[in-house]
C-alpha cells in the first residue's frame, strides 16, 4: 500500500506541476496577442507568489481536515483556470487571473497532501521519500513543454493546449487525490493541537530554511521563467532553446532524489551548502554561455535543475525532522513563501528584457542575490541541529522528532 501511495502521489504532482513550463507558451502568444515580455513574465511571478500564499492556507486546512476535500476544491479551482485561460487567454487581464492566480491556487492547495502523506508511511526516509513524490512535480513541466510545442508545431494554438490540459489534468488530480490514505490507526497528533506559528518568528532554524530555499529557488525561477528566449538570445535553434526547458526540469526530477538522499545520510547542513555551491557555479556557467560556445547553456541548465530540485526534498524533510512531521502542513509552507519572494526577480527580469532586449543583465541580479541569501543560510544553518523554541510533543510512533524535542541524541 505504501508504494502505491508514492506512484498515486506523484502522478497528482505531475499534473499540478504546470507553472514550469509557462515559457514554452510566451512566443506564440507574443505573436498572437502582441503582449509584452513584463506582462507574460509578472503572469509566472504572480503564480509562484500565490502559490506560495496558497500552499499556507492548503498546508493549515490540511492539518485540520485531510487531503479530501482539498482535492476536490483544486481539481474545480485547475477546471476552471485552464478552462477560462481557454476562452478568455486573448484579453490579458483574464489570462493573467486565469494561470497567475486560479492556477496556481488549484495547484497550492493539495500540494502538500501527497507529500506529507508519503512521510507518514515512510518516516525513516523522509528525504529520499519526499524527493520521490515531488518528482512528479518537477517531471509535470517536461511533459507540458513537450505536449505543449508538439502540438503547437501542429497549428494548435495555446487557447487549444489549455483547453487540452484542464479536460485531462483536473480529472486525474481529483481520481488520484481521493486515493491517497493516511497510514493505518495513524492518530490525531499532540503536535498538531499545541502547535503555535507564531513561535516560527523567533525560531532561527526556521529562518536558516527560509534563507537556503530563496538562494536556491531564485536562479532557477529567473532562468526557466526566461529559458527558451534565453537560448535564442544565446544563438542556439529553436529546437535546442525548447530542450532548456526539458533539461532543466529533467535535472528538478533527479536532483530531488539525488538531494533526499544525500540530507538522510550527510545531514541538512551539508546537503544545503553543498547544492548552493553548486548552484552559484551553474550560474557562472550560464554567464561564461553569453561570451562564449553557447551549448554550455544545455549542462548549465542541467546542473541548476538538480540544485533547485533538491530543495524540495531537503526542506520538506527537515521541516519535519525539526518541528515534528504532523505540523508539516503548517510550517512548510512558510518556508515555501521564499520560493514567492524569490519568484519578483522574474518580474525585474522580464522589465529588464523590455528595456534593454537581452537577458544577460536578469542574471547577474539573480547571482548576486543568490550570493547574499546563499552567505545568510551558512550562518544560520549551525543551528539547524539544535532545538530552538520548545516544540509540543509528538506523536508517540515519531522517534526521530521525539530525541530532537527531548535533546537526547
Same mark, same amino acid.
Given at each position: 500500500?505504501?508504494?502505491?501511495? *508514492?506512484?498515486?502521489?506523484?502522478?497528482?504532482?505531475?499534473?499540478?506541476?504546470?507553472?514550469?513550463?509557462?515559457?514554452?507558451?510566451? %512566443?506564440?502568444?507574443?505573436?498572437?496577442?502582441?503582449?509584452?515580455?513584463?506582462?507574460?513574465?509578472? $503572469?509566472?511571478?504572480? /503564480?509562484?507568489? +500565490?502559490?506560495?500564499?496558497?500552499?499556507?492556507?492548503?498546508?493549515? !486546512?490540511?492539518?485540520?481536515?485531510?487531503?479530501?476535500? *482539498?482535492? $476536490?476544491?483544486?481539481?474545480?479551482? !485547475?477546471?476552471?483556470?485552464?478552462?477560462?485561460?481557454?476562452?478568455?487567454?486573448?484579453?490579458?487581464?483574464?489570462?493573467? !487571473?486565469?494561470?497567475?492566480?486560479?492556477?496556481?491556487?488549484?495547484? /497550492?492547495?493539495?500540494?502538500?497532501?501527497?507529500?506529507?502523506?508519503?512521510?507518514?508511511?515512510?518516516?525513516?526516509?523522509?528525504?529520499?521519500?519526499? @524527493? &520521490?513524490?515531488?518528482?512528479?512535480?518537477?517531471?509535470?513541466?517536461?511533459?507540458?513543454?513537450?505536449?505543449?510545442?508538439? &502540438?503547437? =508545431?501542429?497549428?494548435?494554438?495555446?487557447?487549444?493546449?489549455?483547453?487540452?490540459? @484542464?479536460?485531462?489534468?483536473?480529472?486525474?488530480?481529483?481520481?488520484?487525490?481521493?486515493? &491517497?490514505?493516511?497510514?493505518?490507526?495513524? %492518530?490525531? %497528533?499532540?503536535?498538531?493541537?499545541?502547535?503555535?506559528? =507564531?513561535?516560527?518568528?523567533?525560531?532561527?532554524?526556521?529562518?536558516?530554511?527560509?534563507?537556503?530555499?530563496?538562494?536556491?529557488?531564485?536562479?532557477? #525561477?529567473?532562468?526557466?521563467?526566461?529559458?527558451?528566449?534565453?537560448?535564442?538570445?544565446?544563438? *542556439?535553434?529553436?529546437?535546442?532553446?525548447?530542450? $532548456?526547458?526539458?533539461?532543466?526540469?529533467?535535472? +528538478?526530477?533527479?536532483?530531488? $532524489?539525488?538531494?533526499?538522499?544525500?540530507?538522510?545520510?550527510? @545531514?541538512? =547542513?551539508?546537503?544545503?551548502?553543498?547544492?548552493?555551491?553548486?548552484?552559484?557555479?551553474?550560474?557562472?556557467?550560464?554567464?561564461?554561455?553569453?561570451? @562564449?560556445?553557447?551549448?554550455? #547553456? &544545455?549542462?548549465?541548465?542541467?546542473?541548476?535543475?538538480?540544485?533547485?530540485?533538491?530543495?524540495?526534498?531537503?526542506?520538506?524533510?527537515?521541516?519535519?525532522? !525539526?518541528?515534528?512531521?504532523?505540523?508539516?502542513?503548517?510550517?512548510?509552507?512558510?518556508?515555501? #513563501?521564499?520560493?514567492?519572494?524569490?519568484?519578483?526577480?522574474?518580474?525585474? +527580469?522580464?522589465?529588464?528584457?523590455? =528595456?534593454?532586449?537581452?537577458?544577460?543583465?536578469?542574471?547577474?541580479?539573480?547571482?548576486?542575490?543568490? /550570493?547574499?541569501?546563499?552567505?545568510?543560510?551558512?550562518?544560520?544553518?549551525?543551528?539547524?541541529?539544535?532545538?530552538?523554541?520548545?516544540?509540543? /510533543?509528538?506523536?508517540?510512533?515519531?522517534?526521530?522528532?521525539?530525541?530532537?524535542?527531548?535533546?537526547?541524541?
Amino acid at each position: 500500500m505504501k508504494y502505491l501511495m *508514492l506512484l498515486v502521489g506523484s502522478v497528482m504532482l505531475l499534473c499540478l506541476g504546470t507553472a514550469g513550463a509557462w515559457s514554452v507558451f510566451i %512566443p506564440p502568444l507574443q505573436q498572437a496577442h502582441g503582449y509584452s515580455a513584463f506582462q507574460l513574465q509578472f $503572469i509566472f511571478t504572480t /503564480a509562484v507568489i +500565490n502559490f506560495a500564499l496558497m500552499m499556507i492556507i492548503g498546508g493549515r !486546512l490540511y492539518d485540520r481536515h485531510g487531503a479530501r476535500p *482539498l482535492v $476536490i476544491l483544486s481539481a474545480v479551482t !485547475l477546471f476552471t483556470a485552464w478552462g477560462l485561460a481557454a476562452r478568455w487567454g486573448h484579453h490579458y487581464p483574464l489570462l493573467w !487571473l486565469s494561470i497567475g492566480v486560479l492556477g496556481s491556487a488549484g495547484s /497550492a492547495l493539495c500540494y502538500v497532501c501527497p507529500i506529507a502523506i508519503a512521510m507518514h508511511w515512510f518516516p525513516h526516509r523522509r528525504g529520499l521519500v519526499g @524527493g &520521490l513524490t515531488a518528482t512528479g512535480y518537477a517531471g509535470g513541466p517536461i511533459l507540458l513543454s513537450l505536449l505543449a510545442h508538439h &502540438l503547437m =508545431r501542429q497549428n494548435w494554438t495555446p487557447a487549444e493546449v489549455f483547453a487540452l490540459v @484542464g479536460f485531462i489534468y483536473a480529472p486525474v488530480v481529483l481520481i488520484c487525490g481521493l486515493a &491517497l490514505k493516511q497510514p493505518p490507526g495513524h %492518530p490525531l %497528533p499532540l503536535t498538531y493541537q499545541t502547535f503555535q506559528r =507564531r513561535t516560527l518568528i523567533r525560531d532561527r532554524r526556521f529562518w536558516a530554511l527560509f534563507a537556503g530555499m530563496f538562494a536556491g529557488t531564485l536562479p532557477y #525561477l529567473v532562468v526557466m521563467a526566461n529559458a527558451k528566449p534565453l537560448g535564442l538570445a544565446f544563438a *542556439l535553434s529553436d529546437r535546442t532553446a525548447t530542450m $532548456i526547458i526539458t533539461i532543466m526540469a529533467a535535472g +528538478n526530477v533527479s536532483g530531488r $532524489i539525488l538531494w533526499g538522499m544525500v540530507n538522510d545520510r550527510a @545531514g541538512p =547542513r551539508i546537503a544545503m551548502l553543498l547544492m548552493h555551491g553548486l548552484t552559484m557555479l551553474s550560474l557562472f556557467m550560464i554567464l561564461l554561455a553569453g561570451v @562564449g560556445p553557447a551549448g554550455l #547553456l &544545455l549542462p548549465a541548465g542541467l546542473l541548476l535543475g538538480i540544485c533547485y530540485g533538491g530543495n524540495f526534498s531537503v526542506y520538506p524533510a527537515t521541516s519535519a525532522r !525539526l518541528f515534528g512531521p504532523h505540523v508539516l502542513g503548517s510550517v512548510y509552507p512558510f518556508i515555501m #513563501l521564499a520560493q514567492g519572494i524569490a519568484s519578483l526577480a522574474t518580474a525585474v +527580469n522580464g522589465w529588464m528584457l523590455d =528595456r534593454y532586449g537581452h537577458p544577460y543583465a536578469g542574471l547577474f541580479f539573480a547571482t548576486g542575490c543568490t /550570493a547574499v541569501a546563499a552567505v545568510c543560510c551558512f550562518l544560520l544553518s549551525r543551528r539547524l541541529e539544535h532545538p530552538g523554541v520548545p516544540q509540543a /510533543a509528538p506523536a508517540a510512533d515519531d522517534e526521530e522528532a521525539a530525541e530532537l524535542v527531548s535533546g537526547t541524541p
